[in-house]
């Protein structure tokens, strides 16, 4: 169970990935060139994120790696602190970005729209980035 969480949280991290580029790619164009938004495109970032949120939240709670290592004596080891506190909450607050600028763009005319989506996402996906555990990801390692 638990190593098909793993699995899944890993596929779904490039899925993510790759929805939320071409959603911020496909945003912007429509931005600068001052198109319709597309709210279809925001949507499949919006539940690519939504999902792995998902199954974060049960890892969290399930894997050595999430609550259970959480620890005054762990905060000093930067891999597990990684694992423990910063993935997590950083990804939240991703997501929070990804939620918040989707919802506002739905009640916004075009430009507007294009322009919260194109922003938030950018800041979400440039956040995701930085705290995705790089140097122990099983697909890369
Ligand atoms: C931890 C689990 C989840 C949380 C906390 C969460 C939270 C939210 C929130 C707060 C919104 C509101 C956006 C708005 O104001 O319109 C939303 C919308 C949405 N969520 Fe989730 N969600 C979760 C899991 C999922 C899952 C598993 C899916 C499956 C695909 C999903 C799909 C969607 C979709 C499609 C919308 C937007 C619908 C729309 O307004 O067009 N979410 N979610
Ligand atoms: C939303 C974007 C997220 C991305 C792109 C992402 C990506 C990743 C990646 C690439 C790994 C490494 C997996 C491996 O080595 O096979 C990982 C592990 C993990 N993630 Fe996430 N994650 C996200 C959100 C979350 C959230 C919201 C939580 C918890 C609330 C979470 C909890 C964890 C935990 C506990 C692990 C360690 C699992 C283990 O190896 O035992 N992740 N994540």
């Known amino acids: 169970m638990l190593t098909g969480m793993k699995h899944l949280h890993s596929t779904l991290a490039i899925i993510l990935l790759v929805a939320l580029v071409i959603s911020i790619v496909i945003t912007a164009v429509n931005y ?19 999902i792995q949120l998902l199954v974060g939240l049960v890892l969290y709670f399930t894997s050595p790696l999430g609550l259970q290592s959480f620890s ?17 909450l950083t990804m939240v607050l991703a997501l929070i970005l990804i ?19 194109f922003f938030m996402y950018t800041i979400a996906l440039i956040l995701i ?7 122990t990801w099983s697909l890369l390692n």
């Open 32 to 50: 600068f060139q001052a198109k319709p938004y597309n709210r279809k495109i925001a949507l499949f970032g919006l539940m690519a994120g939504h």
């Open 72 to 88: 005054g004596e762990n905060m000093s080891n930067s891999l597990a602190r990684l694992y423990f506190l910063e993935h997590p």
């Open 99 to 117: 939620t918040v600028g989707y919802s506002k763009a739905k009640k916004a005319e075009d430009y507007a729209a294009n322009r919260t989506v």
């Open 129 to 135: 980035l930085t705290r995705i555990p790089w140097s």
